[in-house]
């Protein structure tokens, strides 16, 4: 027997997979700027550890951040908060403190009191480390861009629905995750030694040993479980675990884990995450939330996680829904993170609170969206309609698109845009109040009108404008829910809402002047029909019969956004 045991190792008592949310949510999908690469990230290590009673180690402090990123790193200010909020939005901050900060952003009355503001606020140094390398994940490889198209650059236009992709959704692919962080884990380790287990040029030695204090730390990337148990536990606590000690080098005496051995402990036990894209194309659940168009090949797939566990958002994959209105309010839909992939001509309500929504290479689309807790990610869309209350939304790549939107951070304009419009959230269905605060999102601040180009070739202003009033309608969502909300949140701005009004005026007037004709029973009839064919010829010009015709009858389309 012990000779066995010793010929094949014991296989490891727990497996380990990397975290969704760091790359889904926190990954700004653009390339990151030279400054915050591997090398200046040791130089940052560095300087926050020396200067700890500063306020920039264990806790990162506001203020030295932006001394770092401004001042050292050449970012811009608005850039070195965006990664700073970014990184916020990533933890799971229970809803009132989220609508505390909300207040008090907005009762800031200028930039000083804003600035006095988010000095009170501070990051887990090392985890914010590693949430900055985490942005490599974009990085364009040279080698890369010359065999695939990897350099980014507008699109070209393919009307395809089922053409092949030209560039992976990183963010999305938990195989690029894993790929990722087993590629660049030395790196990573590294980059939360303390100073003495570090050579002269910042490298680890055979005898480095790595704190508790870094794997904490690393739990931010990677959690896992003890084999067959459904419990997900976080790095620190399974690492901590007495069968693994041999394996991963942890000493009692020390309290710290030996450097090569933890190395080696990890990549022994990553594996795929079980909650991650790949399972749930492969192994998940199937929704039959979509028909089947007749008279195409297009067929609409929908999945879930057959897993859902507490510790882990779950996620929602929709495809190829086509040419018809789907509209769900649904247990299945609370919290996850939802991608929208290849719609086409399609009206498609979520009216759920979630975690996050990637809409990408749809085209001709309505999307109305319960509130958003993290971010919305359009990318590769071609005239579709976003109505969304949410915490972020990210362009990248779009033509042609609008967004009705409440938000309390900038929109970020990333590249390959052109034609973008920004609008005022303009609607409301019943359950909408309760989900936002079930999100921690309130109604101010919201920077709606305010889009922050982050990307150099996205600096020209005029890819995007706003709404012009006179082009602009409130929208109803035509669906019968329990709740208590009977109007647009926050309201509309004034300009919006005096041309609603005046539109309101004329239509008050219209009826006025008609009632007032004196019409025989006969030429009022003769008058209604007219009105009728011209209505009808109205919505056949601008598409909207097709969403009338698909929400017949209106029970079963009540029956599915309350489903």
Not at 103 to 127: I, V, Y
């Amino acid at each position: 027997m012990e000779a066995a045991a010793a010929a094949a190792p014991a296989p490891a008592p727990v497996r380990l997979w990397v975290k969704t949310e760091p790359f889904l949510v926190g990954a700004l999908p653009v390339p990151p700027p030279a400054r915050l690469g591997p090398h200046y990230l040791r130089k940052m290590a560095a300087y926050a550890r020396a200067r700890a009673a500063e306020g920039c180690f264990p806790r990162l402090s506001w203020p030295r951040w932006r001394h770092i990123a401004c001042g050292k790193l050449q970012l811009g200010h608005g850039l070195a908060w965006l990664y700073f909020e970014l990184f916020h939005s990533l933890l799971r901050r229970d809803p009132p403190r989220r609508l505390e900060w909300a207040e008090a952003e907005a009762a800031c009355a200028s930039a000083d009191e804003l600035e006095r503001e988010r000095s009170k606020l501070s990051a887990d140094t090392l985890q914010f480390l590693l949430f900055l390398y985490v942005q490599q994940v974009n990085k364009v490889s040279l080698r890369t861009s010359l065999i695939g198209e990897e350099w980014p650059s507008p699109r070209t236009k393919s009307p395809c629905l089922t053409g092949k992709s030209t560039s992976e959704n990183k963010n999305w692919n938990d195989q690029d995750h894993r790929a990722f962080v087993q590629g660049h884990l030395s790196d990573m380790l590294e980059l939360l030694l303390e100073p003495e287990q570090l050579t002269a040029s910042s490298h680890s030695t055979h005898s480095s040993l790595v704190s508790y204090e870094a794997v904490c730390a690393l739990s931010f990337l990677i959690e896992g479980t003890v084999n067959k148990s459904r419990t997900v536990h976080p790095l620190h606590e399974l690492a901590l675990w007495q069968p693994c000690h041999r394996q991963n080098g942890y000493s009692k005496v020390s309290k710290a884990f030996s450097f090569p051995k933890l190395e080696s402990w990890l990549r022994s036990c990553l594996t795929t995450n079980p909650f991650g894209m790949t399972a749930c194309l492969k192994s998940g659940k199937k929704l039959a939330w979509a028909q089947q168009v007749e008279g195409t090949t297009r067929r609409a797939k929908i999945a879930c996680n057959t897993r859902v566990v507490p510790e882990v958002f779950p996620m929602v994959i929709m495809s190829q829904v086509y040419k018809q209105t789907l509209a769900k309010s649904s247990d299945t839909l609370v919290g996850a993170h939802v991608r929208i992939h290849r719609c086409n001509e399609s009206f498609i309500y979520l009216l759920s609170p979630l975690r996050s929504v990637t809409i990408e290479k749809c085209r001709n689309s309505t999307f109305v969206l319960g509130p958003v807790q993290a971010s919305v990610h359009v990318h590769s869309c071609d005239n579709v309609k976003v109505i969304v209350v949410c915490h972020r939304l990210c362009l990248s790549s779009t033509t042609g698109c609008t967004f009705y939107i409440l938000t309390p951070t900038q929109p970020l304009i990333l590249s390959g845009n052109q034609a973008v419009s920004f609008a005022p959230f303009h609607t409301h269905y019943p359950m909408l109040e309760d989900h936002m605060a079930q999100v921690g999102l309130a109604t101010l601040p919201n920077y709606w009108d305010s889009p922050m180009l982050v990307c150099k070739e996205s600096g020209d202003t005029s890819v995007f404008r706003l709404l012009p009033p006179s082009d602009f309608y409130t929208f109803v969502i035509p669906f019968e829910m329990e709740g208590d909300t009977t109007e647009t949140p926050g309201g509309l701005p004034h300009v919006y809402q005096k041309a609603v009004s005046q539109r309101e005026q004329k239509v008050q007037i219209w009826q006025k002047t008609v009632k007032e004709a004196g019409l025989t029973k006969d030429q009022r009839k003769q008058f209604q029909m007219l009105v009728e064919n011209k209505f009808y010829e109205w919505l056949v010009q601008t598409g909207n019969r097709q969403q009338l015709d698909s929400l017949v009858p209106p029970a079963v389309g009540s029956k599915q956004a309350a489903g």
